[in-house]
């Protein structure tokens, strides 16, 4: 007879069958579910300095420390996935296998085990930049967490200012699309729906392959649209130099061709 798993066991289990992809379904009222990203477990050793550090990064952003290493991991290491392609709200990116997967691997230690170890679940888009960082830097996750954590520099008040005007502008674009969906979905001509991150689904479900000049273009214009709303963002946190600006240019690039 099986040994009865207890209940740490099965919440164990549960979390990594949950993490075995970057991001799952959520049911919601409406004509489209949610998506949410999937969190996996870091566990690593850091000096006193660097925890406390965190700490109070989290508490002055009013966030948990979870959200704030998730939060400097994404912003502090280079890009390393690119999108799918797909059409998938569930399929976003591609990761370099061989980096999440290296057939060797070699990595430099902090040369001490630290002062606290800190285990958190962050998200899997930031584990599996971490990791590809890891392989890429040959330098330990503990090293490279310790040492971001340390040189990250928070958003200036002037900086969140401007962030929080863009998120209430956009907040209210997104209710005047909202808007002018619901009216088009009365009128019969809604087309497509949000399904969330620069994702649109077909109403109908109908393959891109079988759409039509008006369809094609009311695509192209709804991604067109989510670009610039990210490089705004972007600069108005001050990122133009960053990888996710650059990445983003290219985009808008591919969908203005």
């Not at 990594?16 to 991001?23: C, E, H, L, T, V």
């Not at 584990?127 to 996750?141: F, P």
């Not at 619901?182 to 001509?189: H, I, T």
Request: aromatic share 10%; proline share 3%; net charge positive.
């Amino acid at each position: 007879m099986p040994k009865k798993l207890t209940k740490h066991q099965r919440q164990y289990r549960k979390r990594k069958k949950d993490s075995s992809r970057d991001f799952r379904l959520v049911k919601k009222e409406g004509a489209a579910d949610g998506v949410r990203v999937t969190r996996r477990r870091l566990k690593v050793w850091v000096s006193e300095e660097a925890y406390q550090r965190l700490c109070e990064l989290a508490s002055v952003a009013g966030i948990c420390n979870w959200e704030m290493l998730t939060r400097i991991i994404l912003k502090s290491l280079p890009g390393y996935a690119c999108f799918s392609g797909s059409d998938s709200p569930l399929d976003r990116y591609y990761w370099p296998d061989e980096l999440i997967h290296p057939k060797e691997l070699s990595v430099r230690s902090k040369g001490s085990k630290g002062d606290r170890q800190i285990s958190y679940d962050i998200t899997s888009t930031a584990w599996k930049k971490l990791e590809c960082h890891k392989t890429a830097s040959k330098l330990s996750k503990a090293r490279i967490v310790q040492a971001i954590i340390l040189s990250y520099k928070p958003l200036t008040p002037e900086q969140l200012e401007r962030q929080r005007i863009y998120r209430l502008s956009y907040a209210q674009e997104q209710q005047e699309w909202r808007a002018s969906q619901s009216k088009e979905q009365s009128d019969g001509r809604r087309r497509f729906f949000d399904l969330g991150n620069g994702h649109f689904g077909h109403v109908n479900g109908i393959p891109m392959e079988y759409w039509d000049e008006a369809e094609l273009d009311e695509y192209d214009e709804l991604h067109r649209r989510y670009i610039a709303r990210q490089l705004e963002r972007l600069r108005l946190e001050g990122l133009e130099d960053s990888d996710e600006y650059r990445t983003w240019q290219k985009k808008q690039i591919h969908w203005s061709v």
